[in-house]
Every structure is written in structure tokens, then in C-alpha cells.
């Protein structure tokens, strides 16, 4: 993977990747280079299985207020986007690696798909959501419309769309939207934390689990069952599996070699 990315960085550690939207000067606002260099980093993640957990986090206060309005209006040029870069919501959903959306800050528009596009939410004490794009005139990207019903309902979905405005990390967890909230201070700490608590897991067992909540989504049960069925087959007949087996017996951690 290239490193001279401007708006975007990642880098792995002991089985965690750490994907960072980076124009912290502008809360991490969307441009077109920015979802151009997230589409080519999301593109190359899937054959990278050193990094078993991916963290979303923002650089500096924010976390993703949306489209850069003021850079959007000023006049710059942009290149282009192609309709394929507009699936780097869907890319980040089914990613083979569990995610985990940092919510340090400001989360709105496009902020919102792309954090409702991770396995799990956690937000700092400071963070503020709100969906937006109908207060300015648009009907919205980046799927919250799909993504958002089957996390808080379908209800809750459309007022949150419908009716945009701020509403606190609190008011993010009270509506199922994030997993837990945690005081700005110790926030990086616990999702890193959180984040190596999956990255220690058994590696073949982890990907194939995430692969089954991706699947469940688009399946039959009796479809979902079959391949259910064949990946804890899979999965079960492992170096892994049998040595979390003995582990469980001799009450001692399991030390997993992903095979």
C-alpha cells in the first residue's frame, strides 16, 4: 500500500489497523480526494489479514462532520469522481475484518454512513452527530438509509433523516446508534482496548463470524444456515479450534496461530 496519502493514513499494529481520516484543520470534512484515497486503501484491505480489526477514527477533534461545504463552494478544482467511489460505504461494511468506528468528535452527513458502516460504534463524551443532508437541501450519500433502520429501526431511521439536527453521544447511545460512550480522556484507551480484545481472537474463526454477518443480510435462513454450517465445520477442524479447546480445559489462555 502507497503511504503518501493526504487525507486519509493507516498503518497496522499487533493485528489492529488504524484508519484515519486526516484534514483535522477541517474536522476531517469529506472532499473528493479524500473518498478517492479512502476507495484506494478499502480496495487493498481484504488481502491484508495482519490487520485482523480495523478502528475508523477521525485526526485531531473530529471524527467526520460530512462534505466540506466551504471547500465545495470555494471554487477549487476537484477531480472527479467515478460511480465506483460512491461504494466505499458498501467496501467499509463488508470488510473481511471486524471495524470499529472511533467517534472522537463532530459525526454527521457522510460522517454517519460511514460510522453506521462499521461493526461497532463507541463515542467520546464530546461527540455530537446529526444526519443533515436535508438541512441542506440534499437527499444524502454514503447509505444511511439503508445502514441506520437495521441498527436503531426503521422509525428512529427516518426521524433521525427527516428531521436533522445535533444530538449528543448520549442521545447517540439511549437510540442503539453506538455501543457506549466513554469520557474524552480515556477514550482512545478503551477502544483500543476494545479493539485488541478482538484482535486476539482466533483469526479464521473471527474473519468467518464477520463473514456471517454480512452474508445473513442478503439470505434466505435455510441459505444462511448452509454456509453457516460449512464455516463452523471450517472453522471447528482448526489448529485454533482445538488448541481454545485444551486451553478451555486446562483453564489458560489460547494462543491462536490463524490456522
Not at 113 to 142: E, K, T
Not at 170 to 188: I, L, N, P, Q, T
Not at 222 to 237: D, K, L, N, P, S
Not at 240 to 255: I, L, T, Y
Given at each position: ?61 473530529g ?7 466551504g ?50 460504534r ?30 436503531v429501526?426503521a ?5 433521525l433523516?427527516?428531521?436533522?439536527g ?47 454477518f ?14 453457516e ?31
Amino acid at each position: 500500500m502507497r503511504n503518501d496519502f493526504q487525507t486519509v493514513t493507516f498503518s497496522v499494529s499487533e493485528g489492529i489497523g488504524r484508519l484515519t481520516l486526516n484534514r483535522p484543520e477541517r474536522l476531517n470534512g469529506i472532499t473528493n480526494q479524500m473518498i478517492r484515497e479512502l476507495y484506494e486503501i478499502l480496495a487493498e484491505l481484504p488481502a491484508m489479514p495482519e490487520a485482523r480489526v480495523v478502528v475508523l477514527t477521525g485526526a485531531g477533534k473530529g471524527f467526520c462532520p460530512g462534505a466540506d461545504l466551504g471547500h465545495y463552494s470555494s471554487g477549487e478544482p476537484e477531480l472527479p469522481l467515478a460511480p465506483e467511489h460512491f461504494q466505499v460505504t458498501a467496501m467499509l461494511h463488508e470488510l473481511p475484518q471486524v471495524t470499529v468506528a472511533a467517534i472522537n468528535g463532530a459525526c454527521a452527513g457522510a460522517g454517519v454512513g460511514w460510522a453506521a458502516a462499521c461493526d461497532f460504534r463507541y463515542a467520546a463524551r464530546n461527540a455530537n452527530f446529526n444526519s443533515a443532508f436535508l438541512g441542506v437541501g440534499i437527499s444524502g450519500d454514503m447509505a444511511a438509509p439503508w445502514l441506520l433502520p437495521r441498527i436503531v429501526g426503521a422509525a428512529r431511521a427516518r426521524e433521525l433523516c427527516f428531521f436533522p439536527g445535533k444530538f449528543s453521544a448520549d442521545d447517540a447511545e439511549r437510540a442503539g446508534f453506538v455501543s457506549k460512550v466513554f469520557d474524552d480522556d480515556v477514550f482512545r484507551a478503551e477502544v483500543d482496548a476494545v479493539a485488541a480484545r478482538l484482535a486476539a481472537s482466533a483469526p479464521l474463526a473471527l474473519r468467518a463470524m464477520k463473514q456471517n454477518f454480512i452474508a445473513a443480510e442478503n439470505m434466505s435462513l435455510r441459505e444462511y444456515i448452509r454456509i453457516e454450517t460449512e464455516r463452523h465445520q471450517r472453522t471447528g477442524a482448526s489448529e485454533d479450534s482445538r488448541a481454545a479447546f485444551r486451553a478451555f480445559v486446562e483453564k489458560r489462555p489460547a494462543e491462536f496461530k490463524g490456522r
